[in-house]
């Protein structure tokens, strides 16, 4: 009797990790896009003076990067990208751009995001 309850488990088990699998690829290639576009505005911004500008594009992947670290039970990505939204939310609403410091502070977080999402289950 005890073999039959294993196998039924083993194979819920088996089950349940597809699709954490294929969410957790899903988060990642999500998170390479959002910090692709933010490193882009990044490696621009490095070149003008402050104060800078910060583009609806830029603030809308820093948003998504929360709500998909949410979305995929990203502990680690919820603790990063939530206190990011809502720093340049402000920061977009304002209209008062970044400064120098706030774009390597911007770099750091990026980096700190995609070593969260590529971090294996």
Same mark, same amino acid.
């Given at each position: 009797?005890?073999?039959?309850?294993?196998?039924?488990?083993? !194979?819920?088990? +088996?089950? &349940?990790?597809?699709?954490? %699998?294929?969410?957790?690829?899903?988060?990642?290639?999500?998170?390479?896009?959002?910090?692709?576009?933010?490193? =882009?505005?990044?490696?621009?911004?490095? &070149? *003008?003076? /402050?104060?800078?500008?910060?583009?609806?594009?830029?603030?809308?992947?820093?948003?998504? *990067?929360? =709500?998909?670290?949410?979305?995929? &039970?990203?502990?680690? =990505?919820?603790?990063?990208? /939530?206190?990011? %939204?809502?720093?340049?939310?402000?920061?977009?609403? +304002? @209209?008062? @751009?970044?400064?120098? /410091? %706030?774009?390597?502070? *911007?770099?750091?977080?990026?980096?700190?995001? !995609? +070593?969260?999402?590529?971090?294996?289950?």
């Amino acid at each position: 009797m005890p073999a039959m309850t294993v196998a039924p488990a083993a !194979e819920a088990a +088996s089950r &349940q990790t597809v699709p954490d %699998d294929t969410l957790r690829d899903i988060y990642a290639r999500e998170t390479a896009a959002h910090v692709a576009t933010v490193r =882009g505005y990044l490696a621009r911004e490095a &070149q *003008l003076p /402050e104060p800078h500008a910060l583009p609806e594009d830029v603030y809308r992947a820093c948003h998504t *990067l929360s =709500g998909s670290s949410k979305m995929a &039970q990203a502990r680690h =990505g919820i603790r990063l990208a /939530e206190p990011l %939204d809502h720093w340049l939310r402000r920061a977009y609403g +304002s @209209g008062l @751009g970044l400064g120098n /410091e %706030d774009l390597t502070l *911007l770099a750091d977080c990026m980096a700190a995001m !995609e +070593s969260v999402a590529t971090q294996p289950g």
